[in-house]
Nanobody, 123 residues
């Protein structure tokens, strides 16, 4: 069974940076697509970024040019580097794993989820 544990969240001022990590265990991470989603209070969980098992990368328009997703299969870890953070980026960020090769921008493609890590951006 896949287990995902996020870390790296915190409080940062607008314009600052954070790097989130997602530790993957239970299977071979290289055979999974990995995604990051976020959920703000009172809002739906929304797609942030994804990286397929073949290395294809996808971003939400709201984070393009500011966020970078990457994976280190040797360390069983996926990262989300977040730069130029804005108050509207405040949310709980979730890591997720999918066996599917397509449809990675929808939460329904993912079969395993982490517990989330809080990111708060102050203005």
């Amino acid at each position: 069974q896949v287990q995902l544990v996020e870390s790296g969240g915190g409080l940062v001022q607008a314009g600052g940076s954070l790097r989130l990590s997602c530790a993957f265990s239970g299977r071979t991470v290289s055979s999974y697509a990995m995604g990051w989603f976020r959920q703000a209070p009172g809002k739906e969980r929304e797609f942030v970024a994804a990286i397929s098992w073949s290395g294809g990368i996808y971003y939400a328009d709201s984070v393009k040019g500011r966020f970078t997703i990457s994976r280190d299969n040797a360390r069983d870890t996926v990262y989300l580097q977040m730069n130029s953070l804005k108050p509207e980026d405040t949310a709980v960020y979730y890591c997720a794993a999918s066996k599917l090769p397509v449809g990675l921008s929808t939460k329904y493609a993912y079969e395993s989820w982490g517990q989330g890590t809080q990111v708060t951006v102050s203005s």
